[in-house]
């Protein structure tokens, strides 16, 4: 695929079909999952659309409120989303939403997203740029009501390496201490990865649900950063559908239920009418001749 860009180069997503990165996939337990891409994307391509978005993204460092102080964020944002979806708030910070249209290019890399997760629809996208060691993203999860129970987020990176890092939340079923002597020696509860220039991250299942994420400050000031999270932002319309699929099928269990216990009743009448049926005809014949004889014997009593 390739498209001009406004900087008159050819951007392009096709990576290099000799050095196409292998599809990892880390199983975290109970339902999450990331996946990884190194080279998703090949190395001077990924260096053309660092430039690119670098130059032409309306990129803006918002003020946020947490915990009732106002902060600036530690990194520079844009969002993207496709028509008709809600607007998107966080800390009391609504993003303008731009147009896919806005930056056509774009359009590449999530047709290449959706070409490497078969079954996912992506329907917005949240660009992040760190420029400078201190820039970074604290511990959180992206689990807005938004996002729907087990959304999936799919990232692409540019430019220097950072760390990931992801930790287990502390289970609510038992107290913090109880939780890490529980978890000794089983599943791990913290993992690291390197996010690479031109590497596809994902994150899915329960992994919002489950876990904490952050990027953190680099110790060294490196070079630009910027990253691309691709979501499935869930319209209220997803959402009345889905109320409305809920609706049938409770429907349809209790029509199911209600013709279980009814059944047997209805194959009974069935049963003795057809045993009955048959007889109609002879019945009507006795009782009329019945009734006959009863009516000429009453009228010759009369007479006589
Ligand atoms: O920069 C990254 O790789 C992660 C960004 C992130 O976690 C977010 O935008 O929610
Ligand atoms: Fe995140």
Redesign the pocket.
């Known amino acids: 695929m390739n498209s001009r860009s406004p900087l008159g180069f050819e951007l392009t997503t096709s990576p290099n079909p000799n050095d196409k990165g292998r599809k990892r996939i880390l199983d975290l337990g109970n339902g999450s999952e990331v996946i990884y891409i190194s080279r998703f994307l090949p190395c001077d391509e990924s260096w053309k659309w660092l430039g690119y978005l670098d130059k032409e993204i309306p990129w803006t460092r918002p003020s946020l409120r947490v915990f009732g102080r106002s902060c600036t964020q530690q ?1 520079d944002i844009c969002y993207i989303a496709s028509e008709g979806l809600p607007e998107l708030s966080y800390s009391g910070y609504q993003p303008c939403a731009y147009s896919w249209d806005d930056f056509p290019p774009l359009k590449i890399i999530l047709d290449a997203v959706h070409e490497a997760l078969p079954g996912s629809s992506f329907n917005s996208l ?1 660009l ?1 740029r ?1 420029k400078s060691g201190s820039d970074c ?1 604290a511990w ?1 999860s ?1 689990d807005e009501k938004l996002y729907g129970p087990t959304p999936e ?1 799919a ?1 692409v ?1 540019f430019g220097c390496e ?1 760390d ?1 890092l992801l930790k287990k939340k502390p289970s609510k079923a038992l107290p913090a201490q109880s939780t890490s002597r529980c978890l000794k020696g089983k599943a791990a509860d913290h993992h690291s990865f390197m ?1 690479k220039h031109g590497l596809l ?1 994902v994150m899915r299942g329960h992994t919002q649900r489950d876990w904490l ?3 953190p400050k680099r110790v060294k000031a490196g070079a630009i ?1 910027i ?1 691309l ?1 691709f979501r499935n932002h869930w319209s209220s319309k997803h959402g009345a559908q889905e109320k409305y699929a809920f609706l049938l099928l409770f429907l349809f269990s209790l029509f199911v239920s209600v013709l279980v216990r009814v059944l047997p009743v209805v194959s009974a009448i069935v049963a003795v009418l057809v045993r009955v049926l048959p007889a109609v005809p002879a019945i009507i014949t006795g009782s009329l001749s019945c009734l006959y004889i009863t009516k000429f014997i009453f009228q010759h009593k009369d007479k006589s």
């Open positions: 990194r949240l992040n760190y993203v959180h992206d987020i990232s990176s950072m990931f996010l991250f994420h952050s990027v950063r990253n999270t």
